[in-house]
């Protein structure tokens, strides 16, 4: 597995309950080291050591640990960029849903090794979605409940209201139902298409 992504979940578990939790969790888990690093790969049985011991030490199921992943990575300030990058799908949540074939591609241009699964959104009636992740069960565990905590976090960030229900395995593709209520529902957060420029530093008069 991508140290990338084993790294971001190291970084949750600090961001969210601290240091010293970390190291509780890291050392149920028997890592033989004290950091994931992001340029290197791990053997996906390690990372998924880190999860059942963080589901133990927090006391939280497996699946609910993974959708606050998602939401973390789109809420948390030090996320910013990936915030970014989701927003540029679109200027609704419509635009936004219909732009998440392309994420895996959109994705190798800042990580040109990361392989995320491959997803497929298809409509039946006005509103309702079905996305599939394909491959999720077998080179991502658990990537289908992180992308429903990705989709409500960015449903606030619209300003949507939102129905998300994981439903489970189809073949080798992890399916969720998207129902969209309403795309105005709430005030969304702020956005805009370029980033703010750093402050002008003005130096003192002698």
Same mark, same amino acid.
């Given at each position: 597995?991508?140290?990338?992504? &084993?790294?971001?979940?190291?970084?949750?578990?600090q961001?969210? =309950?601290?240091?010293?939790?970390?190291?509780?969790? *890291?050392?149920?888990a028997?890592?033989?080291?004290?950091?994931?690093?992001?340029?290197?790969d =791990?053997? #996906?049985?390690?990372? @998924?050591?880190?999860?059942?011991?963080a %589901?133990?030490?927090? +006391?939280?199921?497996?699946?609910?640990?993974?959708?606050? #992943?998602?939401t =973390?990575?789109?809420?948390?300030?030090?996320?910013?960029?990936?915030r970014?990058?989701?927003r540029?799908? $679109?200027?609704?949540?419509?635009?936004?849903?219909?732009?998440? +074939?392309? !994420?895996?591609?959109?994705?190798r241009? *800042?990580? &040109?090794?990361?392989?995320?699964?491959? !997803?497929?959104?298809?409509d %039946?009636?006005?509103?309702?979605?079905? !996305?599939?992740?394909?491959?999720?069960? %077998?080179?991502?565990?658990?990537? $289908?409940?992180?992308?429903?905590?990705? !989709?409500?976090?960015? *449903? /606030?960030? =619209?300003?949507?209201?939102?129905?998300? /229900?994981?439903?489970? *395995?189809?073949?080798?593709?992890?399916?969720?139902?998207?129902?969209?209520?309403?795309?105005?529902?709430?005030?969304?957060?702020?956005?805009?298409?370029?980033?703010?420029?750093?402050?002008?530093?003005? @130096?003192?008069? %002698?």
């Amino acid at each position: 597995m991508h140290g990338l992504i &084993a790294r971001t979940l190291q970084c949750f578990l600090q961001d969210t =309950y601290g240091l010293s939790i970390w190291q509780k969790i *890291a050392e149920l888990a028997k890592l033989d080291f004290d950091d994931f690093e992001a340029m290197l790969d =791990y053997d #996906i049985r390690t990372v @998924e050591q880190v999860l059942e011991a963080a %589901s133990m030490c927090l +006391e939280k199921p497996r699946d609910a640990l993974l959708e606050d #992943i998602g939401t =973390y990575l789109i809420t948390h300030p030090n996320n910013e960029g990936l915030r970014r990058l989701m927003r540029y799908g $679109g200027v609704d949540f419509f635009d936004f849903l219909h732009s998440l +074939e392309d !994420l895996p591609g959109r994705t190798r241009l *800042a990580v &040109a090794d990361l392989q995320l699964p491959e !997803l497929e959104l298809t409509d %039946s009636v006005p509103g309702q979605f079905l !996305l599939s992740c394909h491959g999720s069960l %077998s080179e991502m565990p658990g990537f $289908g409940h992180v992308l429903v905590g990705v !989709l409500r976090a960015m *449903a /606030d960030d =619209y300003g949507a209201l939102v129905i998300l /229900d994981h439903r489970g *395995a189809l073949g080798q593709a992890e399916v969720i139902d998207i129902t969209v209520v309403e795309t105005d529902f709430a005030e969304g957060r702020s956005f805009e298409l370029a980033a703010a420029p750093p402050p002008v530093r003005r @130096e003192k008069a %002698s």
